[in-house]
Every structure is written in structure tokens, then in C-alpha cells.
């Protein structure tokens, strides 16, 4: 586990390099590739949310990129976010060592990011407690590359509320991408969108509750389940329990979709499923069936089952059960549903 991620900016906060290209010229905006960088900050916002520490190690003129950071209107990371730093032209391993000191914890607790390989070998020959990755060079892989990192894992968040401003800058940029493209495939194709299926996973019940309790246009139930009833259900060998997290090139949307599942030979029955509005027609909702339908399928089972309360607001919920339920029943032998692009990684039971 680390605490604290050090920084360098220039062609990693932002693109470019202010001291030559100036405050207006440097790559930071809600278009590739000044777009990828502010997703960036946003999940490095997200982490420092969570408890991370952040601190900037730049070899660059203080005044410039102070500049950047007070004044920029897209910067999303300003100058409080960060605990600690230094800007100048000093060596960087040299920068690291005082700011160890200054916030009184080990070399081992630090993930240096810097685009230059150069700086990134010196700190890994000088102080190889740090730990370094390579820094991607595409900036589009900047997200990805930061929530791949194994040193964060806080755990899984239940509270999604803590998001929720990320949730706003993210949906704005993806909005924002999604301009370049002809058509809606291409689009989500390049998402490069990500869905992780927990089965019987008890890690998350107060979030699973609150989805229950709070989604209403893709919910067939309706049913508010408190986290007692979601814990029975993980108990009981006659039900299956899954939920869903996802996150895409732009960042995390955290757990947005939730199932109960009745077991039963030959057929099972989802008595409630439901999904985050704010993800709705991007391939998740597919790639959430097709977790439902291949662990049906290796347990035995030949059809799955639905059932669906109509509301007034339930619409989309709807759509999607007339679309891949016949008379509510799916067959498991229906094959993959799971839409291109979208890449389904399952956890738990098999």
C-alpha cells in the first residue's frame, strides 16, 4: 500500500511544456489530447479524495507553472490539492528526498510519475524504495495506466457519493469525445469500456442497498432491499448475488449494477435487476447479462427467467427486457450479447 504520488507536469499533468508553449498553449481542454490529461487529474482527484497524498516534483520555472495551477481554468488539481512542492531545476531525486522529509514518510510509501525516462532511471538507480512505473506515452492510456497501478487499492468504495463530481467531469468529457465520431459504435468502441462482475461478493452491500433504494429507470423490481436482506441473500445457496463496476478510458464509474438471482434447475429467475442511469446504452447493461447468462450456463441452467414490475418511470428497464427476454425468458444457449468494445472480467464463484 502507498500514500503519496509524486508528480512531475509538463507532458504529465498537462501536454506540452508551459515554459516554451505558455500558459494558453499547453494541452489541457475537452478535446483529445488536452482531454485525456484532465481525465487524468480527475482520477488522480479521485485517489487524493480516498486518502492519497499528492505532491509535485517538476523541473520547470516556478513562476510558469505555478501559473497553471492558479490560473488555468480547465486545471482540475489547483495548488491545495497538493501537499507539498518542488518546482525548480534541481535534481529530482535530490527534490524527493526533501520532500520525504517534509511530510515525514518513507521513500517506500511514494510512486514517482514523469513522462522522461531519464528522470524516472535516476530516481529508480538513487532511491530504489520509490516505487516507478513507466509512464505511458500515449496520453489516451493515462487513465487506465493510473487505475491499473496495484498500489491504491483502498478497497471498494461503497460510498458513491465521493464521486460524484468526478461523475460530472467525466460524463462532460465523453460527451465531448463522443463529437468525433459518425456513429454511436465507433464511439463506444472507443471507450475501451471495462466491466468487472462480483458474485456473492459481500464487500459492497451498503452501496448494493443504496442502488436498490435510489434507481428508477433501469430497476424491473423496484423492490429496496436493506444490507440484512442482500447479506441473507449471499448467504443462501438458492440465490446468486451479483453486481457490477465499470470504468473507461475517461475514468470510474464506480458499482452500477446489481442483480438477485433465484436459483433453480432447469431455469433461473432474476427477481431484481437494476442499473445506474448514468451508464445506460453503453454496452454494460449487455455485458452484465452475459455475466448473469455464462454462470447460469456453467451451473446447469438452460434458461433465465424475469421478472418486471412496470412504473412510470422504468422505461429503459423495459426496453431492455422486450429486447433480450422472450415473454421474460432468455435462453442461455444464446450466445456471447456482450457488445464490442466492452470487456467483461468476472469475480467470485464459478
Not at 505558455?22 to 485517489?47: R, V
Request: charged share 30%; with cysteine.
Amino acid at each position: 500500500m502507498k500514500k503519496c504520488i509524486v508528480l512531475d507536469l509538463d507532458n504529465t499533468l498537462w501536454g506540452g511544456v508551459v515554459g516554451e508553449e505558455g500558459l494558453d498553449g499547453i494541452k489541457l481542454g475537452l478535446t483529445p489530447p488536452g482531454s485525456d490529461f484532465l481525465a487524468f487529474q480527475q482520477a488522480l482527484l479521485d485517489l487524493y479524495n480516498q486518502g492519497i497524498i499528492l505532491v509535485i516534483n517538476s523541473r520547470n520555472n516556478f513562476n510558469d507553472a505555478i501559473a497553471v495551477l492558479r490560473t488555468h481554468p480547465n486545471m482540475i488539481l489547483k495548488e491545495h490539492h497538493f501537499a507539498a512542492m518542488r518546482i525548480n531545476w534541481g535534481d529530482k531525486a535530490e527534490n524527493l528526498r526533501e520532500l520525504a522529509k517534509e511530510l515525514n514518510i518513507g521513500f517506500d510509501s511514494m510512486v514517482f510519475l514523469d513522462d522522461d525516462p531519464v528522470n524516472r532511471l535516476l530516481v529508480r538507480t538513487v532511491l530504489p524504495e520509490v516505487e516507478v512505473p513507466d509512464f505511458p506515452e500515449e496520453s489516451k492510456r493515462l487513465v487506465k495506466f493510473l487505475q491499473s497501478l496495484p498500489y491504491f487499492k483502498i478497497g471498494v468504495i461503497t460510498d458513491e457519493d465521493k464521486m460524484r463530481g468526478s461523475f460530472y467531469v467525466t460524463e462532460r468529457l465523453r460527451k465531448e469525445h463522443e463529437k468525433k465520431f459518425s456513429s454511436r459504435e465507433e464511439f463506444l468502441r472507443s471507450l475501451d469500456t471495462e466491466v468487472h462482475c462480483f458474485i456473492d461478493d459481500s464487500s459492497s452491500i451498503a452501496r448494493l442497498s443504496q442502488m436498490t433504494g435510489k434507481t428508477n429507470q433501469f430497476n424491473t423490481s423496484m423492490h429496496q432491499m436493506t444490507e440484512e436482506e442482500i447479506k441473507r441473500f449471499i448467504a443462501d445457496e438458492g440465490y446468486r448475488v451479483f453486481y457490477a463496476s465499470a470504468h473507461d478510458r475517461f475514468g470510474d464509474h464506480g458499482i452500477i449494477a446489481f442483480a438477485l438471482v433465484r436459483k433453480g434447475v432447469p431455469r433461473w429467475s432474476i427477481e431484481s435487476l437494476l442499473l445506474s442511469c448514468r451508464v445506460i446504452g453503453r454496452g454494460i447493461e449487455e455485458a452484465f447479462l452475459e455475466a448473469i447468462r455464462r454462470h447460469a450456463a456453467e451451473s446447469g441452467a438452460s434458461r433465465i427467467g424475469i421478472e418486471f414490475k412496470p412504473t412510470k418511470k422504468n422505461q429503459p428497464a423495459k426496453e431492455f427486457v422486450d429486447k433480450y427476454f422472450n415473454e421474460y425468458l432468455f435462453s442461455v444457449s444464446a450466445g456471447d450479447v456482450t457488445p464490442g468494445g466492452v470487456r467483461l472480467e468476472m469475480h467470485g464463484k464459478t
